[in-house]
Structures are given as structure tokens and as C-alpha cells.
């Protein structure tokens, strides 16, 4: 079992930058790719970035490319995702989780969830 709970989310405006946190507890964090999702009212969830074990692969969507980067800290327990140049269309619930294998972009692909954190951009 992985525990995972993000943090970080808040009210902002278009243009400004937040940092997500999503911090794990349970089985070897470095064992596991964690990806960040999000979804907005009324939709489904979405893929927004995720990173390899290591950290040495990341992979993101074409909407927050060159805009979010997600980064993690072994030692740490925790994974981040730089949120910069924000858009209103970043509005959603922001959600980690924890993949055993390699890093996905598939909901399904997903072991383990926490409970997200919502992002509210305002223009």
C-alpha cells in the first residue's frame, strides 16, 4: 500500500505560478513512477505529467508543456509539479498517483490515488 496526499492547491490568478506537493508513506516511493492528473467539473480526468522512479524520465501533456514541471525527491517522499503561467483552463482538482511500473499516462495504469487539491485560476 501507498498513501499519498497532495497539497499545495489554492486561488490564483491567470499568469501566476503555484507548487504542488504530493507526499507518499508506505512501501518504497522509489519503486514507484508517480504521474499528476487532473479533472474539472463535468470532466473526465485527465493526464497532466508524470515521472519515472528515478526521475530521470518525465513526460507531459501538450496543454501544460513548457508551462508545468514535475520533479521528485526520493529522499524526501515527495513528488512536485511546478505550476507556471497559469491558465483558467488549469482550473480542476489535482490528483497524484502512484504507478509499480513505468511511468503512464493511462488512468488505469494507477495503483494508488490521494485525495487531490483543488486549482482555481481566475482570469
Known amino acids: 500500500q501507498v498513501q499519498l496526499v497532495e497539497s499545495g492547491g489554492g486561488l490564483v490568478q491567470a499568469g501566476d505560478s503555484l507548487r504542488l506537493s504530493c507526499a507518499a508513506s508506505g512501501r518504497t516511493f522509489s519503486n514507484y513512477a508517480i504521474g499528476w492528473f487532473r479533472q474539472a467539473p463535468g470532466k473526465e480526468r485527465e493526464f497532466v505529467a508524470t515521472i519515472s522512479r528515478r526521475g530521470g524520465g518525465t513526460y507531459y501533456a501538450d496543454s501544460v508543456k513548457g508551462r508545468f514541471t514535475i520533479s521528485r525527491d526520493n529522499a524526501k517522499n515527495t513528488v512536485y509539479l511546478q505550476m507556471n503561467s497559469l491558465k483558467p483552463q488549469d482550473t480542476a482538482v489535482y490528483y497524484c498517483?502512484?504507478?509499480?511500473?513505468?511511468?503512464?499516462?493511462?488512468?488505469?495504469?494507477?495503483?494508488?490515488w490521494g485525495q487531490g487539491t483543488q486549482v482555481t485560476v481566475s482570469s
Open positions: 498517483a502512484a504507478n509499480f511500473n513505468s511511468p503512464q499516462s493511462v488512468v488505469s495504469s494507477y495503483d494508488y
